[in-house]
């Protein structure tokens, strides 16, 4: 067996463990355990999201390395930010804090792991943070020292446990803060290691950060002070979900509620928070459903990017807030994608990095309509992949991109494309467990794999870590065609239309949906949501089983029409490479008879060759 190839490179190690986790544990084992998983499946990802690579994550600690000093620091403060905005409701004596140490140093890689005394400092200023606090070393301070909105204090030297040479140590000011701003300095630390500040440690207001929001309290619009809950109970959930959102930094709640009935200056309340986008709203309530006009601001330009009313009938939802929750995310969710994309092509245009490109890559994913597109939305999370290896949210993004290629076209390059695709997103759930995303991802894989019932309990998976993630909900009813029970496949369709009429993958709920009406032989029935899904997605497949369900109710002239556009787009269609293609999709006796009943048959009525 070979020898792993062994080399040595610079880079930014951070080092993080949660104070006091004994006495936590001591106190409530399951509740910690509990806590600090919740804590991990937000600020893991962020690693990732900054330039990281997790090396350890032993217990409640977390080793990572960075090859840029100044992505390892703004990970640190934006970690502890978050943390703090976690710990807002959480009961002082239960709160987790982490002190992280970030040292800059020499380490030797051998492909899997990394050692190095450089590894060993890091952690010993770990050791000496308080709580909720940041020491980096010098080597560390001389590379970032003027290029973030921090401030920094000059502890001096500090002897450093089995560490030879005194280090020079630098502690970070996270607040933001500048009067009487909390360096988390260790009482360990000697106040005369403290100086006074330098001109250049002056604090400016936080930087903006990618996909910041705040979600501003929602305005009780019906006149009754008793319905005040309800618009509260609106913002709160909405706040929630969009935490949810990968990579995303949301204000939390009593920071938001603060601005409660005041009029705001949207561009200093962006400057104040650090967040790009504000998100207000009005809700009217009344006895029979509820009407919510929203509206999302860019803070840098305060031009409106989206607004919206959304009306709910008390009669069509039994949970009207969750039902105008559900929809607002899910809109809102496709507007921000939409809004990122846009800032990295404007600001970034020339030297994209890793999370703009992934950005680009799902924007221009949910635009592609030809084999073309998709291959260059393939090559662009490839190239994602090329500046930061074995990137999570780029992983995910192949995986998908490669599944759609796969899906739509079914070329002589299928099975490696599924291959690859699995692979992708095998790996990118190892890296993240809770992203319904990748899991969502991996279930599409499995069903063109044929493996119906693994893809079913994927897919669920991913509903119970998002259900909002309509992709899943609408593929609920995919999965039901295809292991023969297309009656059950109309309402979680149906509900996927309407909770998000414009999503860019309708076109897909719309093939779904007409395959299942056709498989039940409802033809008539089946056209109308066919034609809508040709319009948005002209692919062969939606193309075929229109053309079927036409022929099988002697619409000649439509035969005629969607035949010539079919043949056009893919020449060398047969029944046989159909059946052939249905059958490595599943083998469910039902679904195929179902499907030789009334789509093969019907291709066959309209003339396509055997």
């Known amino acids: 067996m070979a020898e792993p190839k062994i080399t040595r490179r610079l880079a930014a190690i951070l080092a993080a463990d949660i104070a006091g986790y004994s006495r936590l544990m001591g106190e409530d084992e399951a509740a910690t355990v509990r806590d600090l998983k919740g804590h991990q499946a937000v600020v893991l990802p962020m690693l990732g999201e900054f330039g990281g690579r997790i090396i350890d994550t032993a217990g409640d600690g977390v080793l990572a390395e960075f090859p840029s000093a100044v992505g390892a620091l703004e990970c640190a403060v934006e970690l502890q930010r978050v943390m703090a905005v976690r710990n807002q409701e959480t009961p002082e004596h239960r709160r987790m804090q982490f002190r992280v140490g970030i040292n800059l140093g020499d380490v030797i890689y051998d492909e899997t792991r990394i050692y190095g005394d450089g590894i060993n400092v890091a952690a010993r200023l770990e050791n000496i943070a308080e709580p909720g606090a940041i020491c980096i070393s010098e080597d560390l301070h001389r590379q970032v020292q003027d290029k973030l909105s921090v401030s920094y204090r000059d502890l001096g030297e500090q002897e450093l446990k089995n560490i030879a040479r005194p280090v020079r140590v630098f502690a970070v000011n996270v607040t933001g803060d500048a009067a009487g701003a909390d360096f988390g300095v260790s009482n360990r630390v000697p106040d005369s290691a403290i100086r006074a500040p330098r001109a250049n440690d002056s604090i400016r207001a936080p930087a903006i950060r990618r996909l910041s929001i705040v979600v501003l309290p929602f305005a009780n619009a019906s006149g009754d002070p008793n319905q005040d809950y309800f618009s509260d109970g609106v913002t709160e959930e909405?706040?929630?979900?969009?935490?949810?959102?990968?990579?995303?930094?949301?204000?939390?709640?009593?920071?938001?509620?603060?601005?409660?009935?005041?009029?705001?200056?949207?561009?200093?309340?962006?400057?104040?928070?650090?967040?790009?986008?504000?998100?207000?709203?009005?809700?009217?309530?009344?006895?029979?459903?509820?009407d919510t006009n929203v509206?999302?601001?860019?803070?840098?330009?305060?031009?409106?990017?989206?607004?919206?009313?959304?009306?709910?009938?008390?009669?069509?939802?039994?949970?009207?807030?969750?039902?105008?929750?559900?929809?607002?995310?899910?809109?809102?969710?496709?507007?921000?994608?939409?809004?990122?994309?846009?800032?990295?092509?404007?600001?970034?245009?020339?030297?994209?990095?890793?999370?703009?490109?992934?950005?680009?890559?799902?924007?221009?994913?949910?635009?592609?309509?030809?084999?073309?597109?998709?291959?260059?939305?393939?090559?662009?999370?490839?190239?994602?992949?090329?500046?930061?290896?074995?990137?999570?949210?780029?992983?995910?993004?192949?995986?998908?991109?490669?599944?759609?290629?796969?899906?739509?076209?079914?070329?002589?390059?299928?099975?490696?494309?599924?291959?690859?695709?699995?692979?992708?997103?095998?790996?990118?759930?190892?890296?993240?467990?809770?992203?319904?995303?990748?899991?969502?991802?991996?279930?599409?894989?499995?069903m063109l794999q044929g493996r119906i019932e693994a893809a079913i309990v994927e897919n669920e998976s991913a509903l119970e870590l998002n259900p909002n993630l309509t992709d899943a909900f609408s593929f609920r009813g995919a999965l039901f065609v295809y292991n023969g029970q297309a009656e059950l496949a109309i309402e979680p369709l149906m509900k996927a239309l309407a909770q998000s009429p414009r999503d860019p993958h309708k076109g897909f709920w719309l093939f779904w949906l007409g395959l299942a009406l056709c498989v039940l032989g409802k033809y008539r029935e089946s056209t109308?949501?066919?034609?809508?899904?040709?319009?948005?997605?002209?692919?062969?497949?939606?193309?075929?089983?229109?053309?079927a369900a036409y022929a099988q109710i002697g619409e000649t002239e439509m035969v005629s029409r969607v035949k010539t556009q079919l043949l056009r787009?893919?020449?060398?269609?047969?029944?046989?490479?159909?059946?052939?293609?249905?059958?490595?999709?599943?083998?469910?006796?039902?679904?195929?008879?179902?499907?030789?009943?009334?789509?093969?048959?019907?291709?066959?009525?309209?003339?396509?060759?055997?």
């Not at 990968?246 to 938001?256: C, D, E």
Request: charged share 25%; net charge neutral; glycine share 6%.
């Open 238 to 290: 909405v706040t929630t979900q969009l935490s949810k959102i990968k990579g995303a930094y949301v204000i939390g709640r009593n920071t938001a509620f603060a601005y409660r009935g005041k009029r705001v200056d949207i561009k200093a309340l962006g400057r104040e928070l650090g967040v790009r986008y504000v998100l207000q709203g009005r809700v009217d309530r009344f006895e029979d459903g509820a």
């Open 295 to 446: 509206e999302l601001t860019d803070c840098l330009s305060g031009a409106i990017l989206w607004s919206d009313t959304i009306e709910v009938d008390k009669a069509g939802v039994r949970n009207i807030r969750k039902e105008v929750v559900s929809r607002m995310t899910i809109a809102l969710n496709l507007q921000l994608m939409a809004a990122e994309a846009k800032r990295a092509e404007i600001e970034n245009p020339d030297n994209p990095d890793a999370v703009d490109l992934v950005m680009r890559g799902w924007w221009a994913f949910y635009a592609a309509r030809t084999p073309e597109q998709y291959q260059q939305v393939q090559k662009t999370f490839e190239t994602a992949l090329a500046v930061q290896p074995d990137w999570q949210p780029a992983l995910v993004g192949r995986a998908r991109a490669l599944t759609a290629q796969a899906f739509l076209w079914a070329g002589p390059d299928r099975q490696h494309q599924l291959e690859q695709a699995e692979s992708d997103a095998i790996a990118a759930i190892s890296r993240d467990q809770g992203d319904a995303l990748a899991h969502q991802g991996l279930a599409r894989i499995w």
């Open 528 to 547: 109308p949501w066919l034609e809508k899904s040709v319009a948005l997605m002209p692919y062969p497949p939606t193309l075929g089983i229109l053309l």
């Open 569 to 610: 787009m893919q020449p060398d269609m047969s029944i046989t490479s159909l059946k052939k293609l249905a059958q490595q999709i599943s083998s469910n006796s039902t679904f195929l008879a179902s499907l030789e009943q009334h789509v093969l048959l019907g291709l066959h009525k309209a003339g396509v060759k055997d």
